[in-house]
């Protein structure tokens, strides 16, 4: 393999490791090739851990859409704010929390850097990213300094907003009509690294094309830096830190320039609740699967509840998940989706499960119990019952991996 050859496959490793993102346990993604057939994804298992795992964006032209939202990391309730939420979109693992709690009488300071949000000096969490910190930060800021007459109401406004679809359209429409020249200049870019400068070095020579090429690269990189700083500028206002370091790595690394259209889209929506960008942009099946998991998630949490003591953090971790499950519901039934339909026990797998988890749905051939995968969750029997064959047979059949007893 000669030198050149080397450089463009450490190119293409380099790009491809761009095409990948890490995204923390509780992120829902969403993608698209064409922007007509949103994938919802979650963090992978094989690549990834208990803490998250790698989302892939679409790698070829015309390069797609990598969209994320998360589930809110924080409970919130009258009393003060709680590092810690039972629900887990992914119902396999369960990201750190620091269980922190700060009542709003004691808390003097609140801010963001980079992605960690303090309170009084003391960590509080790590966010998603360095936008979701600013927005968290703010929140409570915001509630902190209200009376506590009013906080009730603000909360509810803060979900509430979560769930507005008119604006999440009117912010994503807007953003892809500021951003269609960057993505075209972005594909434009990728065609001249990978087709057009290994053509023209194989034509001319590498002595004779090379000031060429480069004042190429140099001109798309320009324009795609530009126009990147332009939109996150309009998009992010307050994310300056944010904005001048990608400036200058996409001025100096032309696999992540191609990509450049990830940073702006990952964060834009990420305040939106993700069933809400699944009813605007997947399709209905998708969104009725998506809505389910979260509506399950939240009558069903995974327990423990509340990784504290006191009777004012178990409270707020309480009053918050009401917040959230009376929002989801509301939000499903102007939509036509009944918070019943989606709460239907599963199909039984096999005549001789008599219950299952309400939460993850795997299926026991008790008839009471709890799910240990759960941390205790008790069992829902199945209606009606089907009859079942002679206890020692029962005793002897084989157990599916979907189908324990306990």
Known sequence: MTDLELLFLVLG???????????????VGFRTWLGKRWQITMPSRLLGNQQGGVILAPPFPPLGTLLASHSFPLSISLDG????????????????????FFSFEEIRSVEAAAKKVRINGKLLLTAASPVSAASLAAIIDRLRKLPATERRRAIEREIESSFDIK??????????????????????????LFAIIPLALWRFGLSFAWPWLLAGLLACTLTIALRFHRAHKRFF???????????????????????ARDLLTRPLLERFHPVAIAQ???SAPAFEQLAAQFLRELRFPALPLCPRS????????????????????AFLKRNGCRPEKLLRPPLRSDPHSRSYCPRCHSQFTVLEGSCQDCGGITLSPFEPQVPLPGKSRERSRPVTPNQRSV
């Open 280 to 282: 605007v942009l997947g």
């Open 167 to 192: 604006e999440l359209k009117g912010r994503w429409n807007e953003f892809r009509s500021e951003t269609r020249g960057l993505r075209l200049n972005a594909n434009l870019l990728f065609l001249y």
């Open 13 to 27: 490793i380099i790009y491809v490791w761009e095409c990948g993102w890490w995204a923390k346990s509780g992120t």
């Open 81 to 100: 704010v709680l590092a810690y939420v039972p629900p887990s979109i992914d119902p396999a693992r369960r990201g750190a929390q620091s269980g922190q």
């Open 237 to 259: 206002p307050e994310a300056e830190d944010e904005r001048f370091t990608h400036f200058i790595i996409l001025l100096l690394s032309p696999a992540s320039t191609v990509r």
């Open 310 to 329: 006191e009777p004012i953090a178990q409270a707020t971790e309480r009053h918050s998940r009401e917040f959230l499950l009376r929002a989801l519901e």
